[in-house]
């Protein structure tokens, strides 16, 4: 049988080190990365040693920022990682990307723009099924033209972003619970969207003419068939596998 986590052990030693070269490559040599936002340990390798010690650079040598298990509630680059998929950069104490978004421009990056010796970054968000978000930051000391640099190399950066997040995560086996799940029906689709809206059982019955035990079964099956124990984490794997989307239906 296939070791997949040993196999992607193996692959991170190069992964880590083309993240590393790529922030060398186009000014934004300082490098932080994260394979899941929600782990308050940081991002090590198969003998718990954390990379941003053994093997990325960052701005300050003297600040280990990795062992902050707060971090990722506070900085405002993780907030807004949290908020879109696409690579953005920040400069000026703005976040900006390729479209316009109103996600961005709220998140306050007032603590950015005080940091002294920080520059611009680039950072690249990684959203995987399940609910797992990473996220990989470049950044410089200066600022160094950093919209140009991000018309440039923002998608390769994107890329190598998530292949790192996603062959650390598959070596730690991440997550715990995470299984193929079997087709679910058109049902349960339906329960779990409108269930995701914030409707009871009884309520999701009327809309869909249906009895509650009706409705309970299909939702029983639904968790079954995503590995989810409850309500709650049953709608979290179905929209992180796309089941459950922006509308109910």
């Known amino acids: 049988m296939t070791d997949y986590r ?39 390798d198969a003998d718990g040693k954390p990379y941003a010690e053994t093997s990325f650079h960052w701005v300050d040598p003297d600040h280990a920022y990795w062992r902050d298990r707060k971090l990722a509630l506070h900085i405002a680059f993780l907030t807004a990682a949290r908020l879109v998929a696409e690579p953005f950069f920040y400069s000026d104490g703005r976040l900006r990307t390729w479209r316009p978004t109103q ?34 930051f470049w950044c410089s000391r200066e600022p160094v033209g950093v919209e140009s640099l991000f018309e440039r190399h923002a998608g390769d950066l994107h890329n190598l972003a998530l292949k790192l997040v996603a062959t650390h995560n ?11 799940p079997q087709t679910l029906t058109r049902r349960e689709v339906q329960c779990l969207r409108w269930a995701a809206a914030g409707k009871t059982d009884g309520e999701i019955g009327i809309i869909l003419s249906l009895s509650v035990s009706t409705v309970r079964f299909h939702l029983r099956n639904a968790a079954a068939k995503l590995g989810a124990t409850g309500r709650a984490q049953s709608i979290q794997i179905a929209a992180g596998l796309g089941f459950v989307g922006a509308r109910a239906a």
């Open 170 to 180: 598959e070596a730690r086996g991440r997550p715990r619970n995470a299984t193929v």
């Open 103 to 136: 996600l961005l421009e709220a998140v306050d990056c007032e603590q950015a723009k005080n940091t002294p010796n920080f520059g611009e970054a680039i950072i690249a968000p990684v959203h995987l099924p399940r609910g797992l978000v990473g996220a990989v």
């Open 6 to 44: 040993a196999q992607c052990w193996a692959e991170m030693p190069a992964l880590i080190t083309a993240v590393q070269a790529a922030g060398d490559r186009i000014g934004l040599p300082y490098v932080a990365a994260q394979a899941d936002l929600g782990d308050p340990e940081p991002m090590s």
